[in-house]
C-alpha cells in the first residue's frame, strides 16, 4: 500500500464510502481507548441471499518513525 497515508485507511473503516453503506445495517463503536490508540468496530452486514454477517475489528494505531 505504497503512497496511502494510513490515517486514509483509518478514515475509512471508520466511516465507508456512502455506496458501501447499503450493506451495512448496523455499525458502531464498541469501545475507544485513547491511551492505546486502539479502537473496537462492530459492523453487521446484510448481504443478497445469504444470513446477515457480524463482523468486529480491532484497530491499533501505532506511531512509527520514518525509515531514514
Avoid: Q
Amino acid at each position: 500500500m505504497k503512497d496511502i497515508d494510513p490515517k486514509n485507511i483509518l478514515e475509512y473503516y471508520r466511516n465507508p464510502p456512502m455506496e458501501k453503506m447499503k450493506m451495512i445495517k448496523e455499525m458502531f463503536v464498541i469501545e475507544n481507548i485513547p491511551e492505546e490508540k486502539t479502537e473496537y468496530i462492530y459492523w453487521r452486514f446484510k448481504l443478497p441471499m445469504a444470513s446477515d454477517r457480524d463482523n468486529v475489528a480491532k484497530i491499533v494505531v501505532h506511531d512509527c518513525p520514518d525509515e531514514a
